[in-house]
């Protein structure tokens, strides 16, 4: 099946099909010793150039995840040694350091929306909504949400033009979402308040991104990330 790689620039193309490919490697789809499928192959299954794809594994060979050889083809590496890096040391137990977070991502997050809405594209702002909506179906269904809603960040990333607020992000990862601390042990279906005034706040920063309200999509991003922090706090204060 082909992946969904929007178009929206060289650069952004390159990043996002090393996104996939990454992705593939570190949740095991590929395992170490594994050859990649052909240029030829990523190509159509991502629909972009033959550049994009080559650009795309220079990037993760940077990474050490992938070696090609000549005549061969790219092999997937054996993971080095795992050195914690900035940002993946924050224990999601500890909800001082999940404030902490929250308040570097309202820093971040809210210029991010702001630019999304002067800068995204209509493939973007498609983006942007399908992921919105697939948050709502997660939560409709009791589902975890923590991946659909940083796939709904990471798109209002993309969309700012700037691959810099995506690489970032996803250096955070899944700890971005730490949405599970305020739902008990994660299996409990949220309840269908709290399912809506999450949905709203999502959708208030979606329209803004797509009418093109710059300063709207800023401050609908710090209410939602503000309100965060406080259900955070709320917490502290409930289990003190």
């Known amino acids: 099946m082909a992946q969904q790689v ?10 996002s099909v090393a996104g996939h490919l990454r992705s593939q490697i570190t949740d095991g789809a590929f395992q170490p010793g594994d050859k990649l499928p052909s240029e030829s192959q990523l190509t159509t299954e991502f629909s972009v ?4 794809i080559r650009e795309a ?16 083809g790219v092999f997937v590496l054996p ?7 900035p940002f993946q ?22 210029e991010a929306a702001y630019l999304a809405a002067s800068r995204r594209s209509p493939a973007q702002e498609e983006a942007i909504y399908q992921a919105e909506a697939e948050i709502r179906r997660h ?7 923590s991946e659909a809603d940083l796939t709904f960040h990471l798109a209002i990333a993309d969309a700012s033009n700037n691959p810099r607020f995506r690489e970032f992000l996803e250096l955070l990862g899944i700890a971005l979402i730490p949405r599970a ?12 308040s709290y399912i809506a005034m999450i949905s709203a706040e999502h959708r208030a920063i979606a ?10 999509a800023r401050d609908a991003m710090r209410h939602h990330l503000k309100g965060s922090q406080e259900r955070y706090r709320a917490l502290i204060r409930n289990t003190a």
């Open 79 to 85: 993971p080095l040694e795992e050195v914690q890096r």
């Open 57 to 72: 594994i220079a990037t993760l060979r940077a990474d050490h995840l992938v070696e090609p050889r000549q005549g061969a």
């Open 207 to 216: 329209d803004a991104i797509a009418t093109g309200e710059a300063d709207a």
């Open 181 to 192: 601390k305020l739902q008990g042990d994660g299996n409990t279906r949220s309840p269908e």
């Open 6 to 15: 929007t178009p929206r620039g060289k650069r952004n193309l390159v990043a």
């Open 139 to 145: 939560a409709a269904a009791g589902e975890a949400t």
């Open 89 to 110: 040391m924050v224990d999601s137990a500890r909800i001082s350091q999940i404030l902490e977070m929250l308040e570097l991502r309202v820093a971040v997050e809210m």
């Open 49 to 52: 150039s033959r550049t994009v």
